[in-house]
C-alpha cells in the first residue's frame, strides 16, 4: 500500500489509495451523500448511488440530466434562495464550525416532491479548494406529520375560539352595589326576569339558582 509522510511523521495513504476508499466510505453512509464546489457555479463533484436513488435515478447519467450536477438543479426553486441565505448566515456564524442544517424541498425525476433534510460542512479539500460535503435523507413522512399536527391544532384553537366567542355571547353580565346588593346593570343573552337595572342581585341570584333544578328538587 503506497504511503506519503506527513508533516508531524506519520503516514497517510497516497491520493491514488485515499480517494477510493473515501469514494467506498461515503457508499456506507445511511443517506445521501454529495459534495460542491463552494463557488458561483456550486458544481457537484461527487454524489453517491443513495443520492441518485432519493432522487429517483436509476444511473449517474439519468442524475446529470435531471439536476445538472448543481446545488440549485437539487433544490426545488421555489426553496433555493431561502436554503442559500440560511446556508450563509450560519457558515458566516463562527459559532457554528462551519456547518449548516436546512430542510428543503426536492423534484424526483418522477416529479415526486418530497422534503429533504441536509446537513452540510464547509470546508478545504485539497485539489478542489473551498467545497461543502453533505448529507441528506427524506423527511417527507416527519415533515408531513408536522404538518397535520399544525392543521390540526389550527383547528382546535379556531373551535376554542368560536366557543369562547359564544360563552361571551351568552353570558350574563352584571355590574352591581356591593353596599346596598342593587343590580345597576344587567346585559347579555341570558337575563332572566330578576336581571333588571334598580333589582336585587340576591333574588337574581335565588331565580337563577331555581332554574337550574329539576321540577322534582324545586318541591322538596
Not at 478545504?124 to 467545497?131: C, D
Amino acid at each position: 500500500m503506497a504511503t506519503n509522510e506527513n508533516q508531524n511523521g506519520g503516514a497517510t495513504l497516497s491520493e491514488d489509495v485515499l480517494i477510493p476508499a473515501i469514494k467506498w466510505m461515503a457508499e456506507q453512509v445511511p443517506g445521501g451523500f454529495f459534495v460542491y464546489l463552494a463557488d458561483d457555479s456550486q458544481k457537484l463533484i461527487y454524489v453517491n448511488n443513495v443520492c441518485l436513488r432519493l432522487f429517483g435515478c436509476e444511473t449517474f447519467e439519468e442524475f446529470k440530466a435531471h439536476t445538472g450536477l448543481t446545488l440549485r438543479g437539487l433544490v426545488h426553486p421555489d426553496d433555493f434562495e431561502r436554503i442559500q441565505a440560511s446556508i450563509d448566515a450560519q457558515i458566516a456564524d463562527p459559532d457554528n464550525n462551519n456547518l449548516d442544517y436546512v430542510e428543503y424541498r426536492i423534484i424526483r425525476k418522477d416529479g415526486a416532491v418530497r422534503w429533504m433534510d441536509d446537513y452540510g460542512h464547509f470546508t478545504q479539500l485539497p485539489g478542489y479548494g473551498p467545497v461543502y460535503y453533505v448529507f441528506i435523507n427524506d423527511i417527507t413522512e416527519k415533515h408531513e406529520a408536522m404538518e397535520e399536527s399544525r392543521r390540526r391544532a389550527k383547528v382546535y384553537e379556531g373551535m376554542i375560539d368560536q366557543f369562547n366567542a359564544m360563552a361571551d355571547e351568552s353570558l350574563t353580565v352584571f355590574r352591581t352595589n356591593i353596599t346596598t346588593g342593587e343590580i345597576l346593570e344587567a346585559r347579555g343573552r341570558d337575563l332572566y326576569d330578576a336581571d333588571y337595572a334598580g333589582g336585587a342581585i340576591a333574588e337574581s341570584a335565588r331565580v337563577r339558582s331555581e332554574s337550574f333544578l329539576v321540577p322534582g328538587d324545586r318541591e322538596k
